[in-house]
């Protein structure tokens, strides 16, 4: 006999409190009757169900993998092989073989191992692996009834492909794909979810003069970048973009216009980034005067001047770049281009005054005319290089004198800190600044003390492959927003999506629709027919694809496991105390088509 029992003691305790397939019933909200279809003397911590039985994980195992019961006669079989099993839940079934997950994680990643047994072959034995990093997410296997397919990869976090497995048998589907989201299959078919990460790469903060708002670029990082020109409150709420392209860009006085550089030139556009024109060709880093009467920019490493209306350019100094005002308007800080270091020049050209004689860069003089933020690089490299290990930029601060220096506290690893284009506010108190990580922020420096984040990076793009079990593509669809859970059938291709702070079940097919839902669901979409399933908190949902509302059909006790739908029927397990019931509602024949 293949059906090992590994414990007697195991076996009486989980096999005394069987119940019948005719368990008491209750009337649901909608009128249908939830029917208990098992009693549990252990909580669960995964439950699924196919077209004959149903099966779960107990929580605390004694040497029990998963429990297999008949829904016909009331059997239960406990599947285990002389060990104790390691098991943390999402256990799916393909006939009678059982195959679930064991989560783990590390200081570099989490991940989980893919077990499988069966009542024939009890040998509890592991087939896959998958490992992520700790802000993406682990896809459990699922199931067509049939067959189970599974998101694997390599323990070094390197992306692999879908797999399908027949019993023990396993077979590659894809290539690798990387930040899967979600996954589901019915027979014949299988559908998943492949994000595309999108970065923020915000860069080059300027600060209106009235201190209400911060212009930043998106641009030069880890494609896709939000890209162009943005607009944000200066707590970082309502941002937004005003031009589809643009770098370094600075306000006018009154904050009617913004300067920026763009294709090589200096443009100006209004504050909405409307009506931009070519002030000044083959330049960067445009600079308002602070009577706003004109603007110093780089050219071809000189720094020349011209008036807001683009006349009377004349040049100021050679051999620098990135110029900055001074708050009276009769000098410029300027980066030095053939040595290290920052330097201060009158308008005129004269009395050009070396400042520092470091790696420095991006000067910016405060509004009060006491400081001069700017990049300092440093590292063991004699040049900076950001691209070696060591090498990085900090904020740093000097008076106009030269006296005073100090960096600004990075509270990051120092040698990981790659730190730019600060920006006053104009009390002169706060620094605006872009900082690189995996993406670029715009950060800001409150009293020139505690760094505070005000960008993030945008929700990754999503497209939804369904694929015949053949390998052909069916259909490819882009959905608003994140998907969190699929759903597919010959029927229906169905996904809820998050888009910020609303929450959408997105049908794709037989016909495209929305339906927002009012609170976040679980993670657990269904689909028998034309029917949809899901749930919000313990509250069991069921919605007709191609018309219809969501009604609410049920009322767990407690959270719901493994809620899932086969045929007509919903079922989930759900835990009571020490103890767990597995629960179920029919569907009416005219409801499930």
């Known amino acids: 006999m293949k059906s090992v029992i590994a414990s007697t003691v195991a076996l009486a305790i989980l096999a005394g409190a069987a119940a019948s397939t005719a368990g008491r019933s209750a009337p649901a909200a909608s009128g249908l009757r939830v029917q208990t279809l098992a009693r549990i003397p252990t909580q669960v911590i995964g439950f699924a169900q196919e077209g004959r039985s149903v099966g779960w994980l107990p929580r605390r195992p004694l040497s029990v993998c998963f429990v297999l019961q008949d829904l016909r006669t009331g059997v239960r079989k406990l599947i285990a092989r002389g060990r104790r099993c390691d098991g943390s839940g ?40 998958q490992s992520v990093a700790h802000d993406e997410l682990l896809i459990p296997p699922v199931s067509d009834g049939r067959s189970v397919y599974f998101w694997s990869s390599p323990e070094d976090l390197t992306p692999g492909p879908l797999i399908r497995f027949d019993g023990r048998r396993s077979r590659r589907l894809t290539r690798s794909i990387a930040t899967l989201q979600a996954l589901s299959a019915a027979p014949g078919r299988y559908a998943y979810a492949k994000g595309v990460p999108t970065f923020d790469c915000a860069q080059e903060p300027a600060w209106s003069r009235d201190g209400r708002l911060i212009a930043f670029a998106s641009g030069d990082g880890p494609a896709p970048c939000r890209g162009g020109l943005w607009v944000m409150n200066a707590d970082g709420t309502d941002s937004h973009r005003v031009a589809p392209a643009g770098r370094n860009p600075d306000w006018s006085p009154d904050g009617a216009h913004l300067a920026f550089d763009a294709s090589g030139n200096i443009m100006v556009a209004d504050a909405s980034g409307a009506n931009a024109r070519v002030l000044a060709t083959n330049g960067v880093d445009p600079a308002w005067s602070p009577n706003g009467t004109k603007l110093a920019f780089e050219r071809q490493k000189t720094v020349v001047i011209v008036g807001a209306d683009g006349t009377a350019e004349r040049l100021v100094a050679t051999d620098a770049g990135q110029p900055d005002w001074s708050p009276d308007g009769t000098r410029l800080v300027v980066t030095k281009r053939s040595s290290p270091g920052l330097a201060i020049v009158s308008l005129d050209g004269t009395g050009f005054q070396s400042l520092t004689a470091d790696y420095d860069s991006q000067a910016a ?129 169905a996904a809820i999506v998050r888009n910020g702070a609303v929450w959408r079940l997105e049908l794709l097919s037989p016909r495209r629709r929305n339906v927002v839902l009012p609170r976040r ?48 029927r919903i079922a989930w397990a759900e835990n009571l105390g020490g103890q767990a019931r597995v629960r179920a509602v029919t569907l009416s024949a005219a409801s499930a088509r």
């Open 365 to 493: 003089w405060s509004p009060d005319g006491r400081w001069i933020a700017y990049v300092h690089c440093w590292g063991p490299h004699s040049s900076c290089d950001l691209s070696r290990f060591g090498d990085a930029t900090v904020i740093g601060v000097i008076a106009p004198d030269g006296s005073g220096k100090k960096e600004l506290p990075m509270g990051v690893d120092p040698e990981e800190t790659k730190d730019s284009a600060p920006s006053w506010s104009p009390d002169a108190q706060d620094l605006a600044f872009a900082r690189i990580t995996d993406d670029s922020h715009i950060f800001v420096f409150k009293g020139l003390r505690v760094a505070r984040r005000l960008t993030r990076s945008p929700p990754p793009l999503t497209t939804i492959f369904v694929r015949a079990s053949t390998g052909r593509t069916i259909l490819r669809a882009e959905p608003h927003g994140v998907v969190e859970a699929l759903a597919v059938n010959r029927a229906v291709t």
């Open 90 to 129: 999402a256990l799916v079934l393909a006939r009678s073989r059982g195959f679930w997950l064991d989560y783990g994680a590390s200081n570099l990643q989490k991940y989980a191992y893919l077990w499988t047994a069966s009542p024939r072959d009890p040998r509890i034995r592991r087939v896959a692996f």
């Open 521 to 568: 669901p679980g993670p657990e979409l269904g689909v028998s027919g034309e029917t949809l399933v899901y749930r919000v908190g313990r509250s069991i949902f069921a919605m007709k694809a191609g018309r219809g509302r969501p009604r609410r059909i049920a009322t767990a006790a407690s959270t719901p496991v493994g809620l899932s739908v086969v045929g007509r």
